[in-house]
C-alpha cells in the first residue's frame, strides 16, 4: 500500500474543539442514523449501482509513478519470507537459478537477514519493463508464485481512486469525509457502547456512561515482567520503552476480564471528546469480525449504506496518514489468521504495515504469549495487562446494575464481601458479576442460598444455564415455549448439539455462525436462542457474498460471550467420552498440545465428571513428568510451577477427589516445601487447597500470598494438621539475592489466619518460624493474636523476625503471655525449646523489654541497619547462654559505623553473652576498626570463650597497605591458636 502518496490523500479535520462533557458532537445528527434512504439501500445491497462509484484519480507525473512503482517493489521485497519463496518468484520473473542464488546471497550480510537483495532482483526486473506493462506483469509473476495476497495488497492498491472529488469545490470533499466520520461515531454509540447487561431481557439496555466501569490496569515493567504498577486509563498510550511512546501496545486480559468493553471505552472517549483527540479516526476493530477483512472493509461495514467512500479509500487513508490514525484490535485470541499469513491485519499485528502508527491489540494470554516469542515485537510492544475489577469497582459495578435501588445492591455487595471464594475468584471478572447480579435480583431466599456455594467458573456457568431455562419456562408465551420440566428433560442432548458447532468455531476462531450452519441442528438452535445461550441477529450481507447468497440480509447466530461458547463445547467433547472414543482420543490431543489457548475448554470439560477430570489432569501430568525427565534438573522453575499451577486449577474446577488426589500425589512428589507464591491467582489457591489433604509429606511452609477468608481457615487447617510440617515463611526474599521489601499483598493478614493460629497453637508442630515484612501495625488484635500464636507453640526451635510493622499491642500481648505462663506451675515456660533466635535490632529491644524468655537461645542474630550502628547492644540482655552471635545487615560498600571504641564494644558483648564462642560481622566494617576490634580481644581475652571471629571489610584498592597489615595481624592471631580469625573483603 505504499503506492499511494500523502499528498494525494488529503484527510480534512471534521471536529471542531474538545469537550470535557460527555456530549454528542454538534453535528452528529443520531436520528438520522435510523433513516436510509431505501430506494439507494436496495440497489446497493443488491451490488448493481454505487451512488458514487468513487472519485477520479488526479493525474500525476512519469517520475511521481516510477516512485510509486519503486516504493511497492520494496513492500513487496520485505514482505517475501523464505529463500523457496524468492526463489519461486525469481523464476516467474524469468531470472535464471545462478541468478536468483547471488540475489538470495546479498539478503545475508554480516550474518544480518535483509531483503537488500530481493529488491535488486526485482529492480533489475522492472528496469527491462516499458511503463505500461510492469505492473500487470509483476501482478502475475506473483500469482504464478502463489503469492496472490501480495499482488492484492500492493498493486490493487494502484487502482484506488483517492478521496479527491472530480470537483476542485473543497467543501465538498470535507462533507464527504466528515459523513465517515460522522457514521463510524453512530456506529460506536448504537452498536459498541450501548450494552446489554442481562441476556435474559432484550429490553434492558445500558447506556455505557451508566454501567461503564474503570477496570485495574497494570503495566509490565521492561526489566522484570513479574513486577507491575498501577496505570491510569488516561496515561494508557503515555507508557513509554526506553524514554519513547510505543506504537504497539498489547492489553492482556482472561476470558471474561473485559477486553471488549475496554476498547468500547477507547470508542466512546474519542466519539464524545473526552480523550484520544489527537487522532482524526479511531478504528475499533473486533478481530471475531475480521476474518479475512481488511481493516477497510471491516469500518466500511459501520457506514451507512449511501456513504459512497470504498473499503479501498478507508484503507488508503489509514496507512498513509498514520499519525492521525489510532488502530484498536479487540481480542487477538479470536482472530482466525495464523502470524504465518499475509493477512493486512496479521501483517499490523507483526510491525510490518502501519509501522509509524499507534495499535492497540488485546488478547488473551495464549496469543500473547505468540508475541513474546518473536523477539523484535517484544522490543516494541509496551504489555499492559486487564486485571478486572478492584473491590471497590466491583461495588460500584453492582450499585450501577441495580440502578440505585440500595436494598438489593448492598445485599449483593455484603453477599461477596463475605464469601471470599466469590469475591476473589469471580467478582474481579465484569462478565461473571454480571451474572451474579442477574440471578441476585431474580433469586429468592433459597436459591440465593444456593448461590453461595458456588466455587468454580464452572458452577457459576451451570448455575446461569439453570437460570436461564427456569426463566425462559416461566415466560407467559405457554405455545411456543416448552415447560421448566420439559426444558431440563431435552435441553441436554440440545447443549450436546450445540457444543459440537461451538467447538468446531473455537478450533477455526470463529465466534459467529450463518444460521444455515446449525441445518444438521434447528431444533437446538431454535431451543438455544428461546433460552439465552445463543443469540440471533439479521446482518446486511456483504456485497462481495451476494452471488452466493442473494438475500439482502443474513442471519447470524453467536453466543453471548466466547466463555459461553467455551463451556457449550465442553459439553460436547465431554459426551464424546463415551459416544465416540477415538474422536474424543484426536480431540483431546489437539487440545491438550495448545492447553494455554483452551484453558477454559479445559476447565469446563473437567467439570462434567469424575472420569473427564481425571482423564485430562493425567494427560497433562504425563507432559510434566516427559519434560523433567527430558532436561532433567535444568528445567526452569518457572516454567515448572507454571505447568503445575495449571494442572491444579483443572482439578479446582472438576470438584471430584479423585482427580485431587491424582493431583495431590503427584504435585509434591520431588520436593518438600510447598511455596504459594504471590503470581499465584486466587483460583490457584483455592485449588491448592482443595487438593491439600493429598499433599503427602510436606516439610517446609512458604507464604508469599495474601489470602481471602475461607482460603486462609483453609490454610491454617492444613498448618495444623500436617504431621510432616516443620518450617513455615510468612514473606521475605523471593530469592536469596532479593532483600527489598516485599508488597503488602505477598504477606497473608487475615484476621482469621491469625486468630485460629492462636486459638488452636497446641496443635502446631512448627519447629522453625519465620515473619518476614508483616504490615499488621493498624491491626490490633490480628497483631496481638500473632504474638499469642508465636509464644505458645509447643515445639518452636528456630524463630525470624524481620523488618515486620506491628501494633504496639504486639508486645503487651507478648509480655502477658510471658507473664502468665511464669505465673502459671502447670503452664511449661513458653520457648524452653528456642535454640535460635534472628531478630533486627528493633524488635530486639522491644522483646528483651516484655520479659526474660530468650534463656535457652544458642545462636542469635541480629539485622541491624546503618543509621543505628551497634549502639544497640549498650541496651540488651537477657541472652547469657548465647555461643554464637551473628551482626547482619544490607549489602553496602561503605563501612557501617562504630561509636565506641571497641574495647567498649567487647566489654558490653562480654557482658550480654559471656559464652561467646563464635563472633560473626556480616556487614563490612573498616579496616581500622577491625583491627583495633581483633586487638583489644586479643590483647584482653574479655571474651574468654571465644574461639573464632570472622569478619567482612572494606579494601579502598587492591594495593592497600592497610588491608596487608590486617592479614598480618590475622596470622599472628591464628598462630597463637587461643581464637581463630577469617578475614573477607569487599572491593
Known sequence: MAGCRREDLKWAAIRGGNSSATQLPQNLDVKEADKPHITQTLLMRAGDVESNPGPKTKHSSHSEREEDFDDILKDVACFIRGNMAIDTLGKALGFDPAEIERYIATNTRYQHVTYDGTLKMLRDWRDNQTEAEGRPALADALKLARLERLADMFLGISKVPDLQTASDDISLEDDLLESVVNDIM????????TIQADPTNNDVMFEFDHIYTNPTLLEEDRNDK???????????LKTKINGLFPNRILVQAEGGAGKTTFCAKIAWDWVFGLGFQQFKLVAVIPLRKAKDKTVGEVIKSYLSDNNPVTAAQIDSYILSNPKRVLLVLDSLD??????????????????????????????????????????????????????????????????????????????????????????????????????????????????????????????????????????????????TVPTVLELRQMIPNHLIEIGEIAFQGIKDKCLEFPEDTFQSCRESMEIG?????????????PRRDRRKNPCLQMSMVQFPHKLFQ???????????????????????????????????????????????????????????????????????EYSLDREWRFIVDVAYESQHQSVAKKVGNQFMISKKTLHIQHSWSAHTISGLLYIKDHLGEVDSLVLHKECGRIASQDLVEFILSSASLRTMRIGGPITSAFSLPMPS????????????????????????????????????????????????IPHLESLELRENKLHKDFFSKWASTISSAKGNIQSTTPHTSLRELRVDNDMVIELLSCGDMFDSVEKLSIYISRKFGFDFIKRMHGFQGVTELSIDGRPTHNPYPVKDVPITMIKNLERVFPQLVKLTFRIPLGIAIVKQILESQRETRVLRELKSVRVLTIRLSKMDDDWDELLALRDKINNEKVFRVEVESVL
Open 529 to 541: 436462542c428461546k433460552v439465552g445461550v445463543l443469540t440471533r441477529e439479521k446482518h446486511a450481507t
Open 745 to 792: 499483598d505477598m504477606i497473608p493478614k487475615h484476621a482469621a489466619f491469625y486468630s485460629i493460629l492462636a486459638d488452636k497453637v497446641q496443635q502446631c508442630q512448627i519447629q522453625n518460624l519465620t515473619i518476614y515484612y508483616a504490615s499488621l501495625h493498624s491491626q490490633r488484635q490480628t497483631s496481638r493474636d500473632l504474638a499469642e500464636f508465636i509464644c505458645q
Open 334 to 479: 479470536e482472530l482466525a489468521a495464523k502470524f504465518s499469513d499475509l493477512h493486512q491485519i496479521v501483517q499490523i499485528i507483526l510491525n510490518r504495515l502501519f509501522i509509524s502508527g499507534t495499535v492497540l491489540v488485546t488478547s488473551r494470554k495464549s496469543r500473547v504469549d505468540e508475541i513474546r516469542s518473536i523477539t523484535e515485537l517484544k522490543k516494541v510492544y509496551a504489555f499492559i495487562y486487564l486485571e478486572g475489577f478492584s473491590v471497590d469497582n466491583v461495588a460500584a459495578y453492582i450499585t450501577k446494575f441495580f440502578n440505585q435501588d440500595a436494598t438489593p445492591s448492598q445485599e449483593l455487595i455484603d453477599f461477596i464481601t463475605t464469601n471470599d471464594v466469590i469475591a476473589q475468584n469471580m467478582a474481579p471478572f465484569p462478565i461473571y458479576i454480571a451474572m451474579l447480579c442477574i440471578m441476585w435480583r431474580e433469586y429468592d431466599g433459597e436459591r440465593r442460598e444456593a448461590m453461595s456455594k458456588l466455587k468454580t467458573f464452572s458452577q457459576l456457568f451451570e448455575e446461569m444455564v439453570d437460570f436461564l431455562i427456569d426463566h425462559c419456562g416461566s415466560k407467559d408465551d405457554s405455545q
Open 226 to 236: 513479574k513486577i507491575r504498577k498501577q496505570l491510569l486509563f488516561r496515561n494508557l
Open 566 to 636: 467455551e463451556f457449550m463445547a465442553a459439553k460436547y467433547v465431554a459426551s464424546l467420552h463415551c459416544s465416540d472414543d477415538g474422536r474424543y482420543e484426536r480431540i483431546m490431543a489437539e487440545i491438550i498440545e495448545k492447553k494455554e489457548e483452551f484453558r477454559y475448554l479445559l476447565y469446563f470439560t473437567s467439570a462434567q465428571g469424575s472420569e473427564h477430570g481425571l482423564d485430562i489432569v493425567t494427560r497433562l501430568i504425563l507432559i510434566v513428568q516427559r519434560e523433567v525427565s527430558f532436561v532433567g534438573k535444568r528445567i526452569d
Open 186 to 193: 453512530k456506529y460506536y454509540i448504537f452498536n459498541m457502547c
